[in-house]
């Protein structure tokens, strides 16, 4: 759920009614959220993501991404690197790496329990996950 104002979000999980509700303050000026993922990463937490999404301002979560995440950064941090391949006739078969087994197992499918939401498993093992539901209600 978010509580919205023209510069402050407050974001919370509004399923997890068993547990104890923890809210983020989100707030657009200053970039930050109360979470410590923005301050650590200096990527957009997924309480800011959520607020954006509720805005219908998704579009504008690149401007949140810290400079170091540029390109023009990147390019300067590797601007005298220089990555050497080895040759196609350099390399050996050690037969070490084995590619992963395709074949689907016997039995029932496993499914993953998270708080009451059965995600199902795919054949190959892996996990598809769960979107976290956000609902909005928007103060003036």
Not at 31 to 42: A, G, L, R
Request: overall charge positive.
């Amino acid at each position: 759920m978010t509580i919205t104002s023209a510069d402050i979000s407050y974001v919370y999980r509004e399923w997890n009614k068993l547990a104890m509700r923890v809210t983020h303050r989100v707030t657009l000026s200053t970039k930050s959220c109360t979470c410590i993922f923005m301050n650590q990463y200096k990527l957009p937490c997924r309480h800011l993501i959520a607020m954006l999404h509720i805005r219908r301002q998704l579009d504008k979560v690149f401007g949140y991404f810290d400079k170091i995440y540029s390109i023009a950064n990147y390019a300067a941090a590797f601007a005298d690197e220089a990555v050497h391949l080895p040759l196609d006739q350099d390399l050996t078969n050690d037969n070490m790496t084995l590619p992963p087994v395709l074949e689907r197992k016997r039995g029932r499918p496993k499914s993953k329990h998270a708080l009451g939401v059965t995600v199902k498993m795919k054949t190959a093992g892996l996990y598809i996950g769960a979107a976290t539901v956000v609902k909005v209600v928007t103060t003036s």
